[in-house]
């Protein structure tokens, strides 16, 4: 995989860390591959300004901290004031749609929403939704292998929880697939009728 400068950030309490920690494992564990990862927290562990960063790469990483992310998560609305302005002009944002309104993007920067709150809601806890935040980064930016990212998130969380863990990955790739899938065939279209104007 070529070198790929991950941002996650949200609050405290949402999963930010763990979501980073996952994606990292599945990079430099689970598939064959080098990865880092960086955290920081706001003034407040619970509720302050969460992030963390993360860097794939398939050959040694030299540099830990990412200054241009090529995919920002954010799952807040400060997450979003804050570091949307450091995204790549061609790079993929992905939201948490109940929770972040996006303003005025660089050209060429794709956009992917996910209710993840009202999805790990629907699964019976709220704080699953960082794993279905991963399960939908893990579908739509296809920077890691999908089975190594099941595999991290099985290794991450506690036993007790591994089950609603892996159901809450499930819900965010799937999401994640058709989400995608509708892209595809929206550009698909727009190229076809492109083509019947010219």
Known sequence: MPVTEIRIAGFGGQGVILS?????????IFQDGYSTMTQSFGPEARG????????????????????TPDILVVMSQEAYTLFSPQIKGDG?????????????????????????????????????????MVGF?????????????RKAVAASVPEAYRDLNLKAFDRGFEYG??????????????????????
């Open 20 to 28: 980073a920690i996952v994606i990292g494992k599945a990079g430099c």
């Open 177 to 198: 697939t058709k989400e995608l899938s509708q892209v595809i065939v929206k550009q698909d279209s727009l190229v076809a009728v492109a083509a019947i104007e010219t």
């Open 48 to 67: 302050g300004a969460c992030s963390a960063q993360v860097i794939l790469s398939d050959t040694p990483v030299l540099y830990p901290y990412v200054s």
């Open 137 to 149: 980064f893990a579908a739509v930016s296809q920077a890691v292998d999908p089975e190594a990212m």
């Open 92 to 132: 993929i944002l992905i939201i948490e749609e109940d929770l972040v309104r996006i303003g005025e993007l660089p050209p060429g920067v794709r956009v992917y929403s996910i209710p993840a709150t009202r999805i790990a809601e629907e699964l019976g806890k709220k704080m699953v939704l960082n794993i279905v």
